[in-house]
């Protein structure tokens, strides 16, 4: 059921507009959540215990994030169950199944072999706090996953706002009571707790009865099978985008770690913005392939049109904040890692497409194709890093993820594209870099200014180019900016 934003739609077509508009509004609030508390915890350690003591939180974060605690479940159930919704428990089931095993070994696995290998103990206690949070976190996206697929990204958001909540509140708290860096992180594993169990509850309202982590023998099998793709490509995007930072821990300390995520942090949540898109539009992509490709094209490409329009303003303006944004968020000992902050910003655009190439490439069944290009880009990146952290420290890691971040985005769109032809990925940047010429003039004029007057004057200026170019380009919708701005952003295929 094909639907032009912009064109009269009969109800039941704008029905759906509006529902995958919803959805992408629930996933962006699921976005503010996390991002709200994941920078105020960095922030308020860095300003607590400077570099250092981010840096041991942050070690261990990245260190435990690496491994597939939910073993690529996230994306199989929500494609399978938007498929078949009356498989939703036993999907529900194995999910949970699969992800208490693999966190349980990991659980075990990882502070062990960090007290094999001499680490201080320290290290080896922060790791394990925070494996006991992956775990937690890994079996809280089996019931995300059903939001996904069940298009109900507002429970998400519900359950995230708590969590998130929890974490930088009981932050605040142990930090304030004198707690360090492992005080954090208990409260880190507190907060998944709370939103695993949370989802949970929801899931078993919804499914008439809470479920269980348990399967069939032969559906297991099948199961870890069919996640095991998406697992190894999960594992070896997160490889080579956090994998930098372990390695700088071992060879520069957690100082440069500390540093090198301050300027991270203020990154990598911009991704969430086109999670918050593609999610929504996910499960409608995996239904209309293979049967309705122009409809799965229009899709794809309305999710570029759409994030363009968000990464554009953001990287320009983050660029021309940067010093300042640095100063206000982290305070003068954070100046030196200016430059790769603003080297980082670079990946926002590339990073937000690749978002939306690798949920076609998922919602077209190419996954192991997707997990060859992401095994290479791994691989690369380990190299590269290797070569350029022992002479540039994190400048080097900066480098590294701009290099392998683009020549993955280009690896994605060419696999894309034998499959369903070619995309809006240029062209989708058009208006957007028009409308952002005067956002960046003004930010320029406002310089004398605190960073936050300048970032929102610099919005409102860019809403506003964005809205006379909406009207310019479709006259007839003078009364009704909504249906100018989406005429605006309609794929032009």
């Given at each position: 059921?094909?639907t ?89 089931e194995v ?14 696995l ?34 995300f ?11 998400e ?16 708290a142990v ?69 930098d930072?372990?390695?700088l821990?071992?060879?520069k300390?957690p ?10 942090n ?10 918050s ?5 996910f499960?409608r ?5 293979p049967?309705?490709r ?25 660029l ?17 890692v ?13 990073r937000m ?10 919602a ?12 290479a ?17 994190y ?7 701009v290099?392998?971040?683009?020549l ?35 930010v ?50």
């Open positions: 059921m094909a032009d934003l912009g064109q009269e739609t009969a109800p039941a077509d704008r029905g759906v507009t509006r529902k995958v508009a919803w959805n992408s509004q629930a996933v962006l609030l699921s976005f503010v959540f996390r991002a709200a508390s994941g920078v105020g915890v960095v922030v308020l350690l860095a300003r607590d215990g400077g570099p250092r003591s981010l840096g041991v939180v942050q070690f261990a974060l990245t260190l435990s994030a690496l491994l597939p605690f939910y073993y690529g479940i996230p994306s199989l159930l929500a494609r399978e169950v938007a498929r078949r919704p009356e498989d939703g428990r036993r999907w529900v999910g949970l199944l699969l992800s208490i095993l693999f966190g349980g070994l990991f659980l075990v990882l502070p062990v072999g960090t007290w094999v290998v001499g680490a201080s103990p320290e290290t080896v206690w922060s790791i394990a706090i925070a494996t006991v949070g992956m775990v937690f976190d890994g079996i809280g996206r089996v019931p996953a059903a939001f996904w697929a069940w298009e109900r990204m507002g429970l958001a519900l359950v995230t706002g708590g969590q998130e909540a929890c974490y930088l509140g009981a932050t605040v930090l304030a009571a004198g707690g360090g860096p492992l005080a954090v992180l208990g409260a880190f594993a507190a907060s998944r707790a709370v939103g695993a169990v949370w989802g949970w509850l929801i899931v078993g309202r919804r499914l008439g009865g809470l479920p269980l982590p348990r399967a069939d023998w032969a559906f297991f099998r099948s199961t870890v099978r069919s996640c095991t793709p998406f697992a190894i490509g999960d594992t070896l995007t997160l490889t080579y985008a956090r994998f930072s372990v390695l821990g071992i060879w300390g100082a440069s770690v500390g540093l090198y995520q301050a300027a991270t203020l990154v990598l949540y911009f991704n969430t913005v086109a999670r898109i593609n999610r929504a539009l499960p992509m995996g239904r209309a392939w049967d309705h122009d409809e799965f094209g229009r899709l794809r490409d309305l999710s570029l049109r759409l994030i363009a329009f968000l990464a554009v303003p953001i990287t320009v303006g983050s021309l904040l940067a010093p300042r944004t640095i100063d206000a968020f982290y305070g003068p000992a954070f100046a030196p200016v430059l790769t902050y603003q080297l980082l910003i670079v990946v926002i655009p590339v497409a690749a978002n939306t190439m690798s949920l076609s490439l998922a077209t069944d190419r996954q192991t194709p997707r997990t060859i290009a992401v095994s880009a791994a691989v690369l990146n380990i190299g590269l890093n290797c070569w350029f952290i022992p002479r540039w420290s400048l080097g890691a900066a480098m590294t993820t290099i392998c971040e683009t993955l985005l280009l690896a994605y769109a060419t696999l894309l594209r034998r499959v369903s032809g070619g995309s809006e990925l240029l062209r989708s940047n058009g208006w957007p870099l028009v409308a952002a010429l005067p956002m960046a003039a003004v320029l004029l406002t310089a004398d200014q605190p960073v936050f007057v300048s970032a929102a004057a610099g919005a409102v200026t860019y809403a506003l180019a964005v809205a006379v170019l909406a009207l310019l380009r479709s006259p007839a919708y003078r009364r009704r900016p909504a249906r100018a701005f989406s005429a605006l952003v309609r794929p032009g295929r």
